[in-house]
């Protein structure tokens, strides 16, 4: 699980990641009078996420030092572009890159407090993608990084229209579909 601090935005914080997660509050805790609590959840487990509200402590610098953003790993391209869309309707702001990084999808988007936040799906197996990382991805053959960003809308269109997940989850399809221009 994590805990993440908030203090101006925390309202909003707890907003998108309940979104985030399709998740359900189990608590909110008045700390001593001075912090409040949000526990959040999407399984069996009582939460995965705690926003914290810091009353006085303000906003997150621009450029701070120490981590850089959390993952989370969705089990399929739906759920992945449910959130998306859920996130959207809500008015919050789109994902700032949406890459196939080949071995993953994924959406990185910003929280209210500048946090940066992916949501990922594996496109193999864990040791497949094991492989695919050390003796595929960042080699000459594989290409730039930037080669996999993709429109979010149009990936939704795709999906929707019925492209195989199998097709939206291979950077080599990805690539070319990018060149063409219909992803």
Do not use: C
Not at 118 to 128: C, G, H, P
Not at 134 to 160: C, H, I, W
Request: aromatic share 14%; hydrophobic share 30%; no cysteine.
């Amino acid at each position: 699980h994590v805990h993440i601090f908030s203090d101006e935005n925390y309202d909003a914080t707890v907003d998108f990641y309940q979104m985030i997660f399709n998740g359900e509050i189990t608590n909110v805790n008045n700390h001593e009078g001075k912090t409040k609590l949000t526990f959040i959840t999407y399984d069996d487990h009582d939460h995965r996420v705690v926003v914290i509200k810091q009353p006085g402590w303000g906003s997150k610098p621009n450029r701070p030092v120490g981590l850089s953003h959390i993952a989370f790993a969705y089990s399929s391209l739906g759920e992945l572009i449910f959130i998306y869309k859920t996130l959207k309707a809500a008015g919050h702001p789109p994902p700032h890159w949406t890459v196939n990084h080949g071995n993953s999808t994924s959406f990185y988007y910003r929280d209210p407090d500048g946090n940066e936040v992916e949501t990922m799906l594996d496109n193999f197996s864990a040791l497949d993608t094991q492989d695919y990382k050390r003796f595929y991805q960042f080699t000459e053959e594989f290409g730039e990084m930037s080669e996999g960003n993709f429109d979010p809308d149009k990936m939704v269109a795709l999906y929707e229209a019925g492209t195989p997940d199998s097709v939206l989850m291979d950077r080599e399809k990805v690539r070319e579909m990018i060149r063409e221009g219909t992803l």
